[in-house]
């Protein structure tokens, strides 16, 4: 079946300028999760989903990013009034609740911020 | 606060050479732990997992191991291809549907 995917896979930001990132997850995948890259480095926590609900958000660096799921399903990064440092690749996983709870990741999107 | 290490950051070998690399994490209470790759540019792909229960885990010329009372994994690949050419990543998290905490990666480079 399809994967995890994401879009748009680039993205170029002014720098003050909102952003909105899609993760459409694998179909049936009740848990999804956000992370962030940043180059040479490993992905980072964001953010977690079951179904709808927000669990755990302790990741997101400020006040200007916001996660949401609202059906369950789809799920949208935003991030308010870019700046530089926000420049990284977001990946987005799901993975189903019982058995190896193993995550499965999306391509990413990168995301520039001039 | 769970923090993982993968030694070394890169390696070059000569195709046909086995390798092993390694990932060290500081809270043995782990639930999974998870090997990935990742090609330039690219995602992430699943190599393996392996649940804090088990020891081993083996997929083709790949096999990776758990030692979870000293906070260990190793990723050994049997006789190395050019396509093996990626970054490699370990991660592991504290209970079943939880964030993974990564390591920084080791970036292998196999020589034809």
């Known amino acids: 079946g399809a994967g995890v995917s994401q879009s748009p896979r680039y993205k170029v930001a002014k720098r003050g300028q909102d952003v909105a990132l899609r993760c459409d997850p694998i179909?049936?995948?009740?848990?999804l999760f956000w992370y962030q890259q940043a180059l040479g480095q490993g992905p980072e926590f964001l953010t977690y989903?079951?179904?709808?609900?927000?669990?755990?958000k302790s990741g997101l660096p400020s006040d200007r990013f916001f996660a949401e799921r609202p059906e369950g399903s789809v799920s949208t990064l935003k991030i308010q009034r870019t700046q530089q440092e926000d420049s990284a690749v977001y990946l987005c996983?799901?993975?189903?609740?019982?058995?190896?709870?193993?995550?499965?990741f999306g391509p990413g999107t990168r995301l520039t911020v001039t | 606060k769970q923090e993982v290490t993968q030694i070394p950051a890169a390696l070059s070998v000569p195709e046909g050479e086995n390798l092993v690399l390694n990932c060290s994490f500081t809270d043995s209470a782990i639930y999974n732990l998870q090997w990935f790759r990742q090609d330039p540019g690219k995602g992430l792909t699943s190599l393996l997992l392996i649940q804090s229960s088990q020891r081993e885990q083996t997929s083709g010329r790949l096999n990776a191991s758990l030692d979870k009372s000293s906070g260990r994994s190793t990723l050994y690949i049997a006789a190395s291809q050019p396509g093996d050419s990626a970054t490699y990543l370990c991660a592991v998290n504290d209970s079943g549907n939880t964030p993974l905490v990564f390591g920084k990666g080791t970036r292998l480079s196999v020589i034809a």
């Open positions: 989903f079951q179904n709808e609900a927000q669990l755990d």
């Open positions: 996983a799901s993975s189903l609740t019982g058995g190896g709870y193993e995550q499965y």
């Open positions: 179909s049936g995948h009740v848990s």
